[in-house]
C-alpha cells in the first residue's frame, strides 16, 4: 500500500467511452469508494453528471 496524502491520478470510470480522463484522488478517497462500491469520476465528468 502507498502511503501518500497526496493525490494520484485514476482512471475515471463513466460511462463515457473512450474516457482516460484522470481522477486525481488521494490514495484514501480512492478506497473509501471501492468500500462504498462508488464509482470514481475526473473531476469534469463528476461536475457534468452533477447537473
Ligand atoms: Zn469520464
Redesign the pocket.
Known sequence: MLHTHGVMPFF???D?AG?F?PAWLTVAEYDHARVQGASI??QA?ALARAL
Do not use: G, L, Y
Open positions: 475515471c470510470e463513466c463515457r474516457c480522463a469520476f475526473a465528468d
